[in-house]
């Protein structure tokens, strides 16, 4: 039997996150699928960019994509990640407020 590194696991799981579109795609999709031309449309970023963003989070097992008919429809297949990104939010938003003058300005960015 092969011993299997939880941190290991934990730290491939953060890598496939760990890309600014990658955040903004779990993030569009929250708890609804949406085809890759929705994807696409939703953050103005052509099909081929998304598509290798999927591809990686699909792998990850952190997106599913379920066929139907000639278009694949993406969901996140981990129920709590929208809610873990959600509190990382909240957590950002505290730190600037306490250490920026144009903290709501940053906010509105976050949101």
């Not at 953050?43 to 952190?62: D, F, P, R, Y």
């Not at 694949?72 to 809610?83: A, G, K, Q």
């Not at 873990?84 to 938003?93: A, V």
Request: one cysteine or more; hydrophobic letters at 40%; aromatic letters at 6%.
């Amino acid at each position: 039997m092969r011993y299997v590194d939880i941190f290991e696991l934990k730290s491939d799981f953060m890598r496939a996150l760990a890309h600014p579109l990658r955040v903004q795609i779990v993030e569009i999709l929250g708890d609804k699928s949406m085809s890759v031309s929705e994807i696409c449309e939703n953050l103005n970023k052509e099909q081929a960019t998304i598509s290798k963003h999927l591809s990686v989070l699909k792998s990850a097992g952190i997106l599913k994509g379920e066929k139907s008919g000639l278009h694949v429809f993406y969901s996140v297949d981990i129920c709590c990640l929208p809610n873990f990104l959600e509190c990382i939010n909240r957590i950002l938003e505290e730190k600037i407020t306490k250490n920026s003058k144009n903290a709501r300005s940053i906010i509105k960015n976050l949101r």
